[in-house]
């Protein structure tokens, strides 16, 4: 049962990074012509399209999109609470707890995953163009601009990635 559940999560938990791809892409300003922005819209038009219809966005933020990913996150909650893998616990409050703190997670570990293959790319491939390095960028660059502004570079190497990923790991711990 272990292993089903482990697959199930794990499946569950790529949907749901597309659905964070969806909100995060239009507020980092990532280029919607990109073949990965344009494979996370196709991939979550189905749910986002219709919920347009009945909620509008607020300015510049896709409300839409925003309820796809907590309809999405309640959904895979629910399937995981369904398979047994929160045994014990029960009640609404519980499973609301459960889901938002799951989200919560996922957004920590993506952007710690997204700033570390971020610094990677910059060791092994500086200064080359792809679609995941545009993407890359503009989801880390917002996170990293304030922290160079605190700590500038020392004998040319950046350390912001670093003391970035240190925060985002302590949030994670707090919040687990």
Same mark, same amino acid.
């Given at each position: 049962m272990d292993? +089903? #559940?482990? #697959?199930?999560?794990?499946? +569950? &938990? @790529?949907? @749901?990074?597309?659905?964070?791809?969806? =909100?995060?892409?239009?507020?980092?300003?990532?280029? %919607? /012509? $990109?073949? +990965? %922005?344009?494979?996370?819209? /196709?991939?979550? $038009?189905?749910? =986002?399209? !219709? *919920? /347009?219809?009945?909620? !509008? !966005? #607020?300015?510049?933020?896709?409300?839409?999109? #925003?309820?796809? *990913?907590? +309809?999405? &996150?309640?959904?895979?909650?629910? @399937?995981?609470?369904?398979?047994?893998?929160? !045994?014990? *616990? *029960?009640?609404t409050g519980w499973f609301l707890r459960i889901a938002l703190f799951s989200l919560l997670d996922t957004i920590l570990l993506f952007y710690t995953y997204a700033l570390f293959l971020y610094i990677l790319l910059s060791w092994v491939a500086p200064g080359t163009y792809s679609p995941a390095a545009s993407l890359l960028q503009s989801l880390c660059e917002p996170l990293l601009r304030p922290v160079r502004r605190i700590i500038p570079a020392i004998a040319g190497i950046d350390f912001s990635a670093l003391f970035v990923i240190i925060g985002l790991q302590a949030l994670y711990i707090l919040i687990s």
């Open positions: 292993a +089903l #559940i482990f #697959i199930v999560r794990a499946l +569950l &938990q @790529i949907v @749901i990074v597309v659905f964070l791809l969806r =909100v995060l892409l239009p507020l980092a300003r990532a280029d %919607s /012509r $990109n073949q +990965l %922005s344009q494979a996370v819209i /196709r991939m979550t $038009n189905p749910l =986002v399209l !219709p *919920l /347009r219809r009945i909620v !509008p !966005p #607020i300015g510049k933020v896709d409300t839409a999109s #925003i309820v796809a *990913l907590l +309809l999405v &996150q309640l959904a895979a909650t629910g @399937i995981l609470w369904l398979l047994m893998a929160y !045994p014990g *616990l *029960l009640g």
